[in-house]
């Protein structure tokens, strides 16, 4: 009778020993003193998603971190998070392209860091890459994850109107990322010279109202209205931020001086 | 005994700024300084590239290695970073992790660590002096082989292709021509062959900073490509933002895990160690025959196995001495380490004042700089050079192709084997002379006696199976006891056919003999002139031999 408890007991645990074999936790591996090839790109991925002002200065062209959007560095629903390993490679319209998870990676430099495209077999490229994977364990390949990218708000019924934007900005995000968006402490800045540019996904008025919607305030998401969060993200999307890297400073410029 | 060893040793490893009393022109040597900091920040970038680093460890080795192969060091050379040391360090480590990522650094700098630990061992060891067994002929096959190492690997960058790596050239240059021309980058390629152009166009016009002219012709292209077609376009991969520090220091990792791990890099560390101080030692030699400076070699060595073995631990990977930015110091009339020293202070300063210029730097433009580096490290002059010689020619060739087809290390060792080889041929060498007197016949050594060179005496001692026999001593440079036995051994067989052994020999090598036990059967003829002088050709010879048989 005992030993059919215990193989009874056994066939329940066997899930939760099988669980425990699982990748291990971040806060885990980075006490871990020696750390294989894969597991060290890992960690290295989540200190540039992390601190990408550190650990990926080489590329990076603004204030930001990776983790100013992707949320909780990417394990937050809702707020991009980065467990999208299985969705690529992927048609994408932004450039016309099959886009390797690299190239997505790359791309964010570019448009989202303000920074420079790196090499395909950039150190930090694959080091973001393996981070991805680690993430991605447990998704199915090829569908969408749970919580991908950020809702899609409703139709409101009205445009998105900068000027009350501007209000509900002053009101809830200006003591965090300042009344000028330059940023405060953590909180990134929102415009300006040190913000995404004008290429980025943020830039999009779409997708920044759903992420303000479903984040911002944040620890407070889904408090501001559909309506207050496009608003919002009218207005910032008015404000200076630098140019978009796919436009030509030469063909600017001759358009500037010719008539 | 053991206190005065230390004692030099000591003395050997602490700074001692002798140069100090030589120094007259301290404007000179910072200038030269400057200019030598401005050489080696590309080569820097470039050769962190080829060891699979990020640029700014390439910088930090400009930087410290630098610094400390100067405090340490007695002579003006330029350490910093090696080709040679760089490609080494890349075929070691990168079977072990991916390039740059957090493992392969560590196990970079753990490699690093070790080439110093094998340096200073030479040091401990006096064994700087085995340098000089190492022919030129094949430090030069090893820079040629190494030139084209380094030709094949800029390829990847210079069209703009993402690296790979071949067993064997050819099969790279098939791939890209059959599988990737039309992966080729048209901007890549373009900014590159400005690159070289200007390199080469203005190697006419100055020799020695045209490397400068071809990385500012290519940062100009890139400049302007960038202008006017966006990077989204061109897709033109650049440099990037280097994250400088002025004290980078970190602890190499140091865990047991690493340490099993990186017994398969030992093989690698006493290569690098072996290639980067013969590399250093040719220098120190050379700038010893043609300045005046007051150069100790095993100094020299100490300061290099110092320097690689700190540069771990301010993040900079393993260096040498460098041939072509020593040439340039020594051209401004730098003749004291205090250039180099401002050299290193140098690299840190302009690297922090242009590092917004650098972040738009092409990595095109390097690749072209790369190119022009290798090709000229391959010279048709110096296989003409050692086609003079055989053995040169041969030992040239052969570590030239080992690296071409089978990699550096391999090259290294053939390399290092073969000038041994050579080595060892010439001197168990011995030259016979024959000659037939009323006394019998004379046989006249000449060379070193000893286990090596017995077959061509014996086959002497064999063709005289009658008569008695004098061997000529008198210019045998070392004997040694298998000669002592032979000799004992041939006198009883030749007392046996009744003929009679004698050694011509002077005083020393009568009592050496005599001690060694040649026995009875051996009659030792004493010369008149025990200490005759020693460079006496050999045609003169007879006249100086005479004199002792006439006693």
């Known amino acids: ?259 | 005994m053991i206190a005065r060893i230390a004692r030099q040793l000591l003395r050997e490893a602490l700074p001692d700024f002798a140069w100090r009393r030589r120094l007259t022109h301290w404007r000179t040597e910072i200038f030269a300084g400057f200019v030598g900091a401005v050489l080696v920040i590309p080569q820097g970038i470039n050769f962190a590239w080829l060891a699979g680093m990020q640029p700014e460890y390439g910088l930090y080795c400009a930087i410290f290695v630098t610094l400390f192969a100067s405090l340490l060091g007695s002579s003006s050379m330029m350490s910093g970073p090696n080709t040679a040391v760089a490609i080494l360090i890349g075929a070691a480590v990168l079977p072990l992790a991916g390039r740059g990522s957090p493992v392969y650094v560590d196990f970079v700098f753990l490699l690093c660590l070790m080439v110093g630990i094998v340096q200073l061992l030479f040091w401990l060891l006096r064994a700087g002096r085995l340098f000089q067994y190492i022919s030129p002929a094949a430090i030069s096959g090893i820079s040629a082989g190494a030139g084209f190492l380094i030709v094949m690997s800029s390829l990847d960058s210079l069209l703009g292709l993402s690296s790979f790596q071949t067993t064997f050239f050819y099969e790279k240059l098939y791939v890209i021509l059959s599988d990737a021309v039309d992966l080729v980058n048209p901007w890549s390629l373009s900014i590159a062959l400005i690159t070289i152009t200007a390199g080469y166009l203005g190697r006419e016009y100055s020799s020695r900073y045209f490397l400068l002219i071809a990385v500012a012709a290519g940062y100009l292209a890139g400049l302007v490509v960038a202008f006017i077609w966006p990077q989204p376009v061109t897709e033109l991969e650049y440099l990037g933002r280097m994250p400088i520090e002025w004290l980078p220091w970190r602890v190499p990792t140091l865990t047991m895990e690493y340490l099993m791990i990186s017994v398969s890099l030992i093989p690698y560390a006493v290569t690098i160690a072996v290639i980067g101080l013969a590399q250093s030692l040719v220098i120190v030699r050379e700038l010893k025959m043609e300045t005046d400076q007051d150069i100790r070699l095993d100094k020299e060595v100490y300061a290099q196995g110092v320097a690689n073995f700190l540069a771990p631990f301010f993040s900079a990977f393993a260096g040498a001495g460098s041939f072509n930015r020593t040439k340039a110091n020594q051209a401004l009339g730098a003749t004291t380490p205090l250039s180099t020293f401002a050299a290193s202070v140098f690299v840190l300063l302009l690297v922090s004042a242009l590092g917004p210029v650098l972040t738009w730097m092409p990595m095109a433009a390097l690749a072209g700089t790369l190119f022009i580096v290798g090709a000229n490290m391959i010279k048709w002059s110096d296989v003409q050079h050692y086609a003079q010689v055989r053995s040169e020619l041969v030992i040239y060739l052969a570590s030239f192709l080992c690296i071409v087809f089978f990699g550096l290390a391999s090259g290294v060792t053939v390399a290092v084997v073969l000038s041994v080889t050579a080595f060892l041929l010439n001197i168990s060498r011995v030259e016979l002379r024959e000659e037939s007197t009323q006394a019998g016949t004379v046989l006249r050594v000449r060379g070193a006696l000893f286990y090596a060179s017995m077959e061509t005496l014996s086959d002497a001692f064999h063709r005289h199976l009658q008569g008695d026999l004098t061997v000529d001593l008198q210019y045998a440079t070392h004997i040694d006891q298998s000669a002592v036995d032979f000799f004992a051994r041939e006198a009883a067989q030749m007392r046996r056919r009744g003929q009679t052994l004698h050694l011509l020999v002077n005083a020393t090598q009568g009592h050496f003999l005599q001690a060694m036990g040649v026995g009875e059967n051996v009659r030792l003829q004493a010369l008149q002139d025990d200490a005759p002088p020693a460079t006496i050709p050999f045609a003169n010879l007879q006249s100086a031999t005479t004199t002792g048989e006439t006693r």
């Open chain 1, 1 to 259: 009778m005992f030993q059919r408890y215990l193989i009874l007991a056994a066939l329940l645990l066997a899930p939760a020993i099988h669980a425990q074999q699982d990748q291990p936790s971040i806060s885990q591996l980075l006490q871990e003193p020696f750390l294989d090839d894969y597991y060290s790109n890992v960690v290295y991925g989540y200190e540039i998603v992390t601190d990408s002002q550190r650990h990926a200065s080489r590329y990076v062209g603004n204030a930001l971190n990776c983790s100013s959007c992707h949320l909780q560095a990417g394990t937050q629903k809702d707020a991009l998070p980065l467990n999208v390993a299985g969705m690529y490679p992927k048609w994408r319209a932004k450039n016309g392209k099959r886009n390797g998870i690299g190239l997505r990676i790359r791309e964010c430099f570019l448009y989202s860091m303000d920074g420079i495209m790196p090499p395909e077999d950039a150190p930090e490229v694959l080091a973001v890459s393996a981070y991805v994977s680690y993430l991605s364990q447990g998704e199915v390949m090829g569908a969408e994850p749970d919580g991908r990218g950020v809702p899609t708000l409703p139709d409101t019924g009205y445009d998105p109107n900068p000027a009350s934007g501007r209000l509900v900005y002053l009101q809830q995000c200006a003591s965090c990322h300042g009344e000028q968006g330059q940023g405060v402490g953590v909180a990134p800045p929102v415009w300006g010279l040190d913000s995404f540019n004008r290429g980025a996904g943020m830039h999009g008025i779409e997708t920044a109202a759903g992420f303000i919607w479903a984040n911002m305030p944040l620890g407070r998401g889904r408090s501001l209205t559909h309506q207050q969060a496009l608003d919002v993200a009218a207005y910032i999307n008015l404000q200076i931020r630098p140019a978009d890297p796919r436009e030509s400073r030469f063909l600017k410029l001759l358009e500037a001086v010719l008539p």
